[in-house]
């Protein structure tokens, strides 16, 4: 039976691996950043990937007239049974029972290992983390770290009983083990299958690795190589700059310990399979063209909480894992779309260590609308703030039963349904905020939903310091939500129809401020891709715009004298790239202010995430929390709505009443004494 | 650019000595008037050139006995002469290829390790346990 998200959660062995090498990955990547310009890299690398697929077409003629011309068999695969049944061909042609293989992501892309085995062809992985996901009849779960969901526990175990050994709970004494049984396949066969990283259209394959095992499948007489046709290159200097820059962002690695560079591998003879497997169908899409940028580092897959939380074995497709496995799977057709893009919160640690800049989290929420799935509720509940009448009538209904929050701590059934049991909710506003009167102003205040609806003090508390300051704001009557509700649940014609009602409402502001970043950064980007409107002039996260203004005005603050932390919310700290400003003013202000280790991972709210996935909510905000102990605070700051709902929700069950939960605005209104 | 080397050769935790001959590995039964040479523990090669990038060696490959005996050396010599010192992986590569037409190329820049058991770094897998590069300054 399937494992569920909740048991995933729970997995214990799991937990500590993913930790240890999520931990291990930016220990060394951390490192690496203060010698290396990481940022220069992603520009350079993104720029060859971006010029090379513009000429895949071209790339893809030149790399076979010039592997030809040079008497090498090449086979062109459009689809992955193509490639197959070539391989099929070679093997039994040249009468081969068993092949050793090194780490290939695109054989595991075209299922070779299972359909050699059912053509009673036997495929040995050399790689010792293929070698042991295949051992114990599983699928990588991560494009360099292939067992990375195994605990050293677990393997100890399956090795002790597979091979009847008595080995201890010692990794070098481990891989010894492994190490000994792979050698012995080596010399069982005359072929090695193995990919390349890149390939230059003039012929030259690079291979990089860590283990010394590629070197011994190239030492076969028969070579086969399979390769995408995204890895083509125009020359060797973009070639090197891509398994220069690999490794870095991939593992923390200056450079493997290896690169295999040639025309030729050292065999007699010599097959090459170039895979289309729609990518020349991709590389014509306009948005989606950036898939191929991939240089398949498996950085993203670190990086998202998701992955880090569930592993790779729950958020997968059919071949890859994380947030590539999204885009890759969506490639490759994958049935499961909507379930796979909708494990995704949204909260773009992916983009921030790509190495080749996709917009992985904007390209998800494109997915995201192709394959929608929302129940009639969910539904209802998000078309309904497109008529902010009809959702100030029902906060004037609900207001009197929630007056003490929303904690259902009677009805099990719908305190698990709805994400109660581990985080309660606030109470709701008497009348939406967004009514309060104002003077007209040039500078406007888009309170969005969650203030609107919740958090009434935090407009309030915004209204007086802007008296206090002398700036007048003109609070924005909403016609509807902004939209970024309904984009991020896939509901895309109905946030295009929230987002032009609210054009109408703001497009007279010479400035715009926000008290959550989700609309702000809905505003500035995604309004520009849906309409190509450019707001991003005039959006400001509120926080930051009275930060930029106080640096030019003198007044006596009076700080909390509190241990105090600042939690980055996940749109204005990778969206709009305002919140490590407003940590700096915090930290000058407040002599006890103490950093929040994993500042600005995501807290897992996300809206209707936090409903929908539950469990890796709850996980998330439970971090989160441990951190926020850690840190040994008494009071959170944060800019968010949403981080406080979920993070003050979440001190509420625990009844950890010695920590308060509070947005920026508030911080400063209370410092400024106004 | 010898002090570039080592610098990111430490990063990588890979031991360099400057030497202006390599005669002293004589001592562990190599020849080193070969370019290529191994016993059961020990081994040297002679690099066509270097990157200082990521401390990396080029080394050619034109036969598979010489790959055999990289890869079953568990401590492996490289020396690289200072004067084919080049700042990028692609500048080395092209100076090697420059000194010969082998159409295999290996790069060199650290020990067979793997972490693929909870990322925790186990060397000396599938090839040399220990690589020491010897940066040779005839002076
Ligand atoms: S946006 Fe966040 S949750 Fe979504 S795939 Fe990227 S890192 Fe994972
Ligand atoms: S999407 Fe980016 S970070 Fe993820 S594997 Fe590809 S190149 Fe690496």
Request: positive net charge; proline residues 2%; hydrophobic residues 40%.
């Amino acid at each position: 039976m399937k494992k569920t998200e909740e048991e995933f959660c729970n997995d214990q062995f799991l937990q500590n691996a993913l930790n240890r090498a999520e931990k291990s990955y930016f220990e060394k990547r951390r490192k690496l950043e203060k010698v290396f310009d990481f940022e220069k890299f992603k520009d350079e690398i993104r720029d060859i990937k971006e010029k090379n697929i513009k000429s895949l077409e071209e790339n893809i003629v030149f790399l076979l007239n010039n592997l030809r011309s040079r008497g090498f068999e090449v086979f062109f695969a459009k689809y992955s049974d193509e490639a197959l049944t070539y391989f099929y061909n070679i093997l039994t042609k040249k009468g081969i029972k068993k092949v050793v293989k090194s780490k290939s992501l695109t054989t595991e892309e075209i299922n070779l290992n299972s359909f050699l085995e059912k053509n009673n062809i036997t495929p040995v992985e050399t790689d010792l983390g293929e070698w042991l996901v295949q051992l114990n009849n599983e699928k990588a779960t991560h494009m360099t770290a292939p067992a990375i969901h195994m605990s050293k526990e677990k393997i100890l175990n399956f090795l002790n009983e597979k091979f009847n050994a008595n080995l201890k709970l010692d990794i070098k004494e481990m891989v010894d083990f492994c190490k000994n049984e792979i050698n012995k396949e080596f010399d069982n066969t005359n072929c090695g299958i193995f990919g390349a990283n890149v390939v230059t259209r003039d012929g030259t394959f690079f291979i990089v690795s860590n283990e010394g095992n590629i070197q011994h499948v190239l030492n076969h007489d028969i070579n086969i190589c399979i390769v995408g046709i995204d890895k083509i290159v125009e020359n060797v200097d973009d070639a090197f700059k891509i398994v220069s820059f690999l490794p870095k962002n991939a593992t923390g690695q200056v450079i493997t310990s290896w690169i295999d560079v040639f025309t030729k591998p050292p065999g007699n003879e010599f097959f090459v399979i170039l895979l289309d497997n729609n990518r020349s169908k991709i590389a014509r899409e306009e948005k989606f063209d950036k898939v191929l940028n991939c240089i398949k580092c498996g950085a993203c897959q670190m990086a998202c909480p998701v992955y880090t939380t569930v592993g790779g074995q729950l958020f997968r497709g059919e071949t890859y894992a994380g947030p590539i496995g999204v885009l890759l799977s969506y490639m490759d057709n994958y049935k499961l779309m909507n379930e796979l893009s909708f494990l995704c919160t949204g909260c773009m640690a992916c983009d921030k260590v790509c190495s080749s800049r996709i917009p992985i989290q904007s390209l998800i929420l494109e997915i995201k609308s192709k394959y929608e799935r929302n129940n009639i509720i969910k539904k209802f509940a998000i078309k309904s703030m497109k008529n902010y009448r009809l959702l100030r009538a029902l906060i004037s209904l609900a207001s009197p039963y929630f007056k003490d929050g929303i904690k259902m701590r009677r009805f099990k059934f719908l305190r698990d349904e709805f994400g109660l049991s581990f985080r309660t909710l606030p109470a709701i506003n008497k009348v939406s905020f967004d009514t309060v009167k104002t003077k007209s102003s040039k500078i406007g205040l888009f309170a969005g939903c969650s203030t609107n609806i919740f958090y009434d003090d935090v407009g309030k508390d915004l209204v007086r310091l802007s008296n206090f300051l002398n700036i007048d704001i003109e609070i924005i009557n909403q016609s509807s939500c902004c939209g970024a509700a309904a984009l991020y649940n896939g509901l895309k014609v109905e946030a295009i129809n929230q987002a032009q009602k609210t054009i109408k409402d703001i497009e007279r502001f010479e400035k715009i401020l926000f008290l959550d970043p989700h609309c702000a950064h809905m505003v500035q980007r995604d309004y520009s891709e849906l309409f190509g409107i450019d707001f991003s002039n005039r959006v400001a996260d509120a926080g930051y715009y009275f930060v930029e203004l106080l640096k030019n005005r003198k007044y006596k603050f009076i700080p909390l004298n509190k241990v105090v932390t600042y939690h980055h919310p996940c749109h204005l700290s990778r969206g709009m790239n305002q919140a490590l400003q407003i940590e700096d003013f915090i930290k000058e202000k407040e002599k006890k202010f103490s950093e929040l280790n994993e500042k600005d991972r995501c807290c897992g709210f996300a809206g209707t995430y936090s409903i929908m996935h539950k469990h890796i909510s709850n996980k998330f905000v439970q971090r989160k929390i441990d951190n926020i102990i850690k840190s040994n605070s008494e009071v959170v700051i944060t800019s968010c709505p949403g981080c406080i709902m979920q993070i003050s929700g979440a001190l509420d069950v625990m009844n950890a009443q010695n920590i308060s939960v509070i947005h920026f605005v508030s911080y400063l209104k209370n410092i400024l004494g106004a | 650019m010898i002090e570039k080397f080592i610098e990111t050769a430490n990063l990588s935790g890979v031991e360099v000595k400057v030497v202006k001959n390599i005669n002293f590995l004589n001592e562990f039964g190599l020849n080193t008037s070969l370019d290529y040479d191994s016993n059961k523990n020990v081994g040297f090669i002679k690099a066509l050139s270097g990157a200082t990038e990521s401390a990396s060696a080029v080394i050619n490959i034109p036969k598979r006995e010489k790959l055999k005996s990289i890869l079953n050396s568990k401590t492996l010599y490289i020396s690289i002469e200072k004067a084919t010192l080049r700042s990028t992986l692609s500048e080395a590569y092209f100076l090697a290829k420059q000194k010969c037409q082998d159409e295999y190329m290996l790069f060199i820049s650290g020990e067979s390790k793997t972490a693929d058991i909870e990322k925790t770094l186990v060397s000396g897998v599938q090839g040399p346990e220990k690589i020491v590069f010897l940066l040779v300054n005839k002076g």
